[in-house]
């Protein structure tokens, strides 16, 4: 865990999680030092650029008393957390990097969890958070649960399907795929292997059944539909009009070319901006995807904020 002296000092240098050195006009502004924490696009000569609305739709948080024993549980080696795990912690290194709303989403790993986690995620400030609630396939009567969800202020649920030992295919998770079709809610899945359980119920091509199945279904794909497993992503996924992606932990993971390739043909009205923050550095995630001369200005301003924004509001 990095003080945050060194981190903010760590941003003036020119990193980014490749190693490349793209030359552009964006690549100039990532290269600039963060003291004004914010991020621009679109400069020209002697004006300012616009400034870059920026939500990060995939966020660990964990209440302060169990935070040290929740991130050393899910600390694999050379894999560490980049900041505290804490809200306070979340919130000062979004606002030192002009990011405007994180989406919090949790993961319980036991059914008896999943109402103490909502019951935190009701205590998050929406001034700055996006709470998801909880699901685990062993809650009794999980239909009706889901089913107070969005009259609570969750916009739907995250389920990490290899901590959890379930398939997305099992018949327990019937129920909540039909309340999340009945009832609008945004399925928030890790997707592809994964640093520690090595077991991936959800593959690209488990999902893409899944997606066949419910017709409507609201589903955010975690790691650009799957993480480490992206040629079955291209194969079963990719371009696909019922499924997001976010980019978490992404970067830096896959090929640059094949990341691109992935959003560009996936649609970039189709990807969000995630970090797995704490795990990675907002930094360095958002200075990559930045500097990509590949996107245009209007593909990042949907990556970065507007593909989310529209998600939650429909
Ligand atoms: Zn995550």
Redesign the pocket.
Known sequence: MRPYLSWIEGLTTNQNATGSNPVGRTSLLADRPLSSGRFFISPCEGRKGSLLKIIDT?V?VFPDALEPHAVEALTVPGRGAHIRGTLAAAQTRMQQLGVSSGWT?PVATRASQVATINEYALTQDRRYFVPFGAMHPDVEDAYGLLSTYKGLGLPGFKMHFDFQEVSPLDARMQPIFDAAVDFGLICYF?AGDDVGPHTCHGSPEVFAQVLDAYPGIRMVL?HLGGWRMWDDVEEHLVGRGDVYFDT??CAGEMPVGQLLRIILNHGTDKVLFGT?SP?TDLAKEIRFFTARDELSDADKEALFHGNAERLLQS
């Open positions: 995939h660990h989403i890790h975690a978490a932990y797995d795990w």
